[in-house]
């Protein structure tokens, strides 16, 4: 506590500024929590006084250095002041090379604010904030400056609404619906039944059969890849001598799932037992033969096993100059995105697992409350484990978690509390600043109270990663590092006057084309694809390309439909 008499003009200590207290042997670095002034009996003269919590404690010698931790507590009469440019420095010194640089303090902006990179992705980190108050441009910040400090760290994002698309240039490859190729059979059984079911729980009769039949089909696969001769009879696979589980991540045929449900309704005499066994036929065709799920099903089995492949294409091993994935989920059907997220979270993982981490990745969840809710009853459960374990485990197999979302108190509350080191921006509702309360020592808790008022790219940072609780602001980052969300099209002014019929049937071609086939010229990166122009009209009016970063966006919009 810290006493003082001074004019009202002279005051700058306020809530949430550093003060310094000047021992014998060190000095002590304080945070204000709380002010308050007495006025003196007779006299315009008041007594002010502050409340601090203690931090951490500059130890003296030639070169002064920080730690956390008091080791010698004030004594009354000791020496108070707000903490100078120099003392700033020396707590925010950047320890070693492993630090990035994200902007600068809100108490004084010539000192640069430091993160440490190895404490920050080993103890995994949460970006948090409200829409609009720059948290995804922190975020490209984060990752754009992690890159450049860890240049052979590979980076996987899930850009849910395909924002960051070009936020990394030539150092990442986008993934999106046209050039993934994620087949059927690396999904496990709870995921591959979500798709069947297109997220509904499964019918328990039709899910015996397949538990049933996957494996056999898997062995059969197997036999066909080992053997010479072009055709083998179902009979001679054995289920119980195959060795394979629901959940090997194994090739196998969707014809052969299909024969081998067959082949068991065919021996079933009730007519209402036999139905069960053609609405999952049913089903399984129904989702092989939809355009959407072409990223799982079209020439999922050519090459035969192709997991290394896949794997090597997805997170980046090797990276030849591309470190980083941007996964951008928005062109996936919405009954398959929890899924898919869910088998990209796992194979991170296990192969982390599998690997003894010698190859470290860190995982980016972007809207992380979607898929590891804290209401049991909504999302997809694998999914939820699958991010849990990367939060549980992940360090000890070179996994890190980063998560990113505009509802913290909606995220699984174990998961959070696994990220060490928390940016948090602008948050207005009770609910996720009572979570951030529970979340942060007592020491950075005061902090909490500026969270409702921080400006745009204001952040408090608590954790790990950072020398002391601190309020910064995030640096500018250069336009071409700048996210672009789908949203930006509102705010941009039309080229035409007016939007006619052939406008309108533009924008039908496109919406009917992405749930019907088309032919598109195959291409590696996806970036080149351009849809053939089905549609007989008069010419339609052209419209610019949008700003959001799906590379296909308005490309049948782009040009006249003839």
Known sequence: MATGQMPLSEVRATVGRFVSIRCLTSVIVAMITEVSCEGLPESDA?????????LGEILGGERPKFQRGVTNYPTIGDGVELITNQELRTVYAPSGSDQINVGTLQQDRSVTA??????????????????????????SLLLNEILKSRPNLRIFLLDVHNEYGRCFGERAQVLNPRNLKLPFWLFNFEEIVDVLFAGRP?????????????????????????????????????????????????????????????ERMGKLENRSSRIIYHKLISRVETVRNDPRYAFMFDNANVGGDTMAEVISHLFRLPANGRPMTIMQLAGFPA?????????????????????????????????????????R????????????????????????????????????????????????MRLANDRDQALLRSAVSDAAANLLSFVPSLGTREVLAFGEGVALPTRLRFKEVPPHQLPRGEATIATVPSV??????????AVLERWRGATSHRDVPSSDSGMNERPQRTMASAEAPMLQPSMGLDPDRFSLLKKPLR
């Open 202 to 262: 499964g019918v328990p009769e039709e899910l015996d059969i397949l538990a049933e039949v996957i494996p056999v089909a898997k062995g059969l696969y197997t036999q066909y890849q080992n053997s010479d001769r072009v055709s083998l009879g179902l009979k001679r696979v054995d289920p119980k001598q195959i060795g394979y589980t629901v959940d090997t991540p194994v090739p196998y045929r969707l014809v052969d799932l299909i024969s081998l449900i067959d």
């Open 46 to 54: 008041y007594i002010a006084t502050a409340s601090v919590d203690l």
């Open 114 to 139: 430091y993160v440490d990179v190895e404490e920050m992705l080993s103890k995994h980190f949460a970006v948090l904030g409200s829409t609009g108050v720059g948290k995804s441009t922190g975020v």
């Open 335 to 375: 009954e398959v995105v929890d899924s898919v997220v869910s088998v990209l979270c796992r194979m991170a993982f296990d192969f982390g697992l599998w690997s003894d981490g010698v190859s470290p990745m860190l995982f980016v969840c972007e809207e992380a409350h979607r898929y590891a809710s804290a209401d």
């Open 496 to 505: 035409t006057a007016g939007h006619d019929m052939h406008f309108v049937s």
């Open 377 to 424: 009853n909504v999302g997809f459960g694998p999914t939820r484990k699958a991010v849990s374990r990367i939060a549980k485990e992940g360090r000890k197999y070179g996994v890190y978690l980063g998560l990113i979302t505009q509802r913290p108190a909606e995220l699984d509350a174990t998961i959070i509390s696994q990220c060490n080191t928390l940016f948090t």
